[in-house]
């Protein structure tokens, strides 16, 4: 990132995109390229499909690297449709899409078609398709906003794509400025596939230690499967009890970052505990209430939802010390020190062999509303190793979950790295050493 020299203070202009240097010009789309949309061979003609053409869908288009797509045409396909083949470095854009993928943009580094929801903006003049790509995926909100229709319904189309306007340097400091925020994104892509492996790794150790555990030469069959000879088969209420949380007053919550910080469903997520999503805190607790704060080492879960969401079932493990109120809700399970560890048991509630019997007991609740009991609960089956063997285990996969936090750490940190680049280098603020 050296190149990156000088802050300009002189030399600007003013422009309909603010304040740009003087040696830039703002062009529209519609005047360096052509754009098109694609299109889908009728699904009614077999003959039409599984051929040799790549055909891509606007899911992929959250793929941003464009190197495969699952789709495939036929050559008669492409010459009966709508659709087109696309060359290698064309820039999509997602038309439509309800949620976030409208307005979303991609790079393709394969020739390849597409469905109706996208466009592909080509045959640039004088411009980076690198450039122009940065600069796209760096104004998504404001390209959202330029929709037609209401809220989750509106769309873009071709002309308001044609429409949007462009700050260009010229075409070598576009290519500079591309290739360093290029180089940051191949950083942030080596790094996601390092949390990929990893991922796989923690996947496969748990598979292992959960039903193997460590160096155990003799199985027995059991209720729950073939497990190591010494372990038991337990019931949750034999090793812990489910404490639930406490309907705290809404009107008392606020967002000042003052007081108990209260876990609600929403801080809940399936990745683990995420304090920094709409917190609310409590300025002040009563004695009772304080048999609701949460302790480093606490396993929670939550306990209702909606049937077939990730809303439910979500657990996480209490690593900070910091002041935080169990709500309504959300539980927690405390562990028989001398019984169960209670990282050990964290594991064991993110494994399907639990998963599989909580989900079952949550299909008492009314209508598609899943909700689990503290009965219910507690009666679900687990194997139990010793308590120093459950030790171990949970240490081995910790060290693995370490590691993937230090990944997703260095991951964010790249990442506001790039958006504090985009801020300065895509219009004009800081300038490049060509």
Known sequence: ????????????????????????????IRNISEVSAGGTPSTKVPQYWNGEIPWMNSGEINLRRVRSVEGRITEEGLNNSSTRLFDQGTVFMALAGQGKTRG??????????????????????????EFLFQNLESR??????????DGGRGGLNLSIINSIKLALPPLPEQQKIAEILSTVDDKIEAIEERIKQTQELKKGLMQRLLTKGIGHTKFKDSALGQIPESWEIVKLRDIGQLIGGYAFKSKHFNDKKIGFQVIRMSNVQPYGLELNKSPVYLEK???????FLLKKGDVIITLTGTIGKTDYGNVAYIETTNELLLNQRVAKFQCYKD????????????????????FEQGRGGTGNQANVGKGGFESIKIFLPSIKEQSEIANILNVVESKIEVLLEK????????KG??????????RVKL
Request: charged content about 25%.
């Open 1 to 28: 990132m050296t190149e990156v020299l000088e802050d300009i203070r002189t030399g600007y202009k003013e422009s309909p995109l603010g304040l740009i240097p003087v040696d830039w010009e703002i062009k529209s």
């Open 421 to 430: 680049l985009m801020q300065q280098l895509l219009n004009g603020k800081k």
């Open 104 to 129: 979303k943009v991609a790079m393709a580094e394969i020739d390849t078609c597409t469905n109706q929801s996208l466009a592909g903006i080509y045959n640039l003049k004088n411009v980076s398709n």
């Open 339 to 358: 019984i169960a560890n209670s990282r050990f048991i964290f594991y064991l509630f993110n494994y399907p062999l639990f998963r599989n019997q909580f």
């Open 285 to 291: 607790v009563s004695d009772s209430e304080k048999r």
């Open 140 to 149: 998504y909100a404001e390209i959202r906003k330029m929709s037609t229709g």
């Open 411 to 418: 991951k964010s940190t790249y990442q506001e790295l790039k």
